[in-house]
């Protein structure tokens, strides 16, 4: 990832600075790590750190800023930086509270979404080996509270990537999902939904 910093003329930025007088907070190593701490820490085991996350999937940001201190050394502006650049809009800071947007498996209440169309096709990346039984029970959220969805062919074959290096892209017919009254999520760069029924799934790649 690239790095992240602060600068007084230019601002916060991702990257280098333009005026090139800007320092750098986070390198690019320990943005991932700190990122990946951070989806961990709200997504699956909050209370392994003595974090609270509420149903909707907040927790305290000052408590998750002495937590992430702790183990990583880095305070509020960075995580803060974290939480805007993130290239999936994975968290989401407001009054004085942080989440994650997708990806728990602890048990939070994922209805929420951001304004916005869905568009008529999504993708989804996998294991080839997952698709038999794809196409025979749907996609399921398995381990997740929700199945995610990709906007993009190609966010999907990234997706997939992380389980093998030739994925299985599928698309799913969103716009018949939701005729169908299946609700479908944005949030940040990733849709949710609860199930999607295999008639509505067709294997591209
Ligand atoms: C599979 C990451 C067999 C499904 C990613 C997937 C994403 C089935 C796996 C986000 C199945 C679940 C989520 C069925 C589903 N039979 N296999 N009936 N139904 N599966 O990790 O979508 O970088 O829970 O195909 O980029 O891979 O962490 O879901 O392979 O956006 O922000 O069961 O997490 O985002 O795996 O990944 P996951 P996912 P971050």
């Known amino acids: 990832m690239k790095p992240l ?4 003329k230019c601002g916060d930025f991702e990257g280098s600075c333009k005026c090139g007088r800007g ?11 700190v990122s990946k701490f951070l989806s961990r820490l709200l997504r699956h085991f909050p209370h ?12 305290d940001l000052d408590k998750v800023v002495d937590v992430v201190k702790e183990r990583h050394g880095v ?6 930086l974290i939480v805007k650049f993130d290239p999936k809009g994975r968290f989401e800071i407001k009054n004085g509270k942080i989440r994650a947007k997708y990806g728990h498996s602890i048990k939070v209440k994922v209805d929420w979404s951001e304004s916005s169309e869905i568009p008529p096709v999504l993708y989804h990346g ?8 794809i ?24 997706v997939g990537r992380r389980y093998h ?8 017919d969103a716009k018949g999902m939701i005729k169908a009254g299946f609700e479908i999520r944005k949030k940040g760069r990733v849709y949710t939904t609860d199930h999607v029924p295999p008639k509505f799934i067709k294997r591209i790649l």
């Open 126 to 133: 996998t294991h080839p080996a997952n698709v038999p039984s």
């Open 135 to 158: 196409l025979k029970r749907g996609l399921l959220p398995m381990k997740r509270r929700e199945v995610h969805l990709s906007e993009t062919i190609q966010d999907a074959i990234e």
């Open 165 to 172: 290096p030739n994925p299985a892209v599928l698309a799913i």
């Open 48 to 59: 392994s750190f003595g974090v609270e996350v509420d149903e909707g999937g907040w927790a």
């Open 75 to 80: 305070g509020k502006k960075e995580i803060e």
């Open 23 to 33: 320092k750098v907070l986070l390198d690019g190593k320990k943005r991932e790590l």
């Open 5 to 8: 910093g602060v600068c007084d």
